[in-house]
């Protein structure tokens, strides 16, 4: 919401196809806040009409809010977060290499990875089609940069364990 006003549902749209990779939350979890945000004095809101009936809020931050997520922005992140992965959970529980679950678990995981590795690639070359687009949203290509990375990983190490 630092870039321009937007909506919820913009916000909501944003958690699917951008924020989504790092960080999610669910439209259930996108209004409260923003009431919360708003009462709060971290945002406001315009009323805004689409088409010819429908009515948008579009919320931007105000100047405490701006200074608030400054702040947050520059504070240390010290601790490492656990991510959740149930197929690796699975895998706790594979006792032996010649179990006859393991090649479809690894099979199955390969193509839904190599899928999303091939969105994250794509994502990268609608977002950031040239280097003005990168120096715009720098923190944005990082962390789609990562995502890549911790894709392709992620299908190479399945690769590995396919071939044996």
């Known amino acids: 919401m630092n870039q321009r006003p937007q909506t ?3 916000l909501a749209k944003a958690f699917e196809n951008e924020i989504g990779e790092f960080w999610q939350a669910q439209h259930s979890q996108i209004y409260p806040m923003l009431k919360r945000l ?3 004095g971290e945002i406001t809101h315009e009323d805004t009409i689409a088409g010819e009936k429908l009515a948008k809020k579009q919320y931007s931050l105000t100047p405490s809010g701006h200074e ?5 922005v520059s504070e240390p ?3 490492l ?3 959740k992965d149930e197929f690796i959970l699975k895998l706790y529980f594979i006792k032996s290499a010649d179990d006859p679950r393991l090649q479809p678990m690894l099979q199955e995981q390969a193509v839904l990875h190599r899928t999303q ?3 994250l690639k794509q994502r990268r070359q609608t977002v950031f089609p040239d280097q003005a687009a990168i120096d715009q949203a720098y923190g944005h290509y990082l962390i789609l940069d990562h995502a890549i990375g911790r894709e392709q990983y992620y299908v190479d190490w399945l690769n590995q364990l ?3």
């Not at 608030?68 to 947050?72: E, I, N, Q, S, T």
């Open 68 to 72: 608030k997520l400054v702040a947050w």
């Open 162 to 164: 396919l071939e044996h």
């Open 117 to 119: 590795l091939a969105h």
């Open 38 to 40: 708003e009462t709060a």
């Open 77 to 79: 992140s010290p601790e």
């Open 8 to 10: 919820g549902y913009d």
């Open 81 to 83: 977060a656990a991510t």
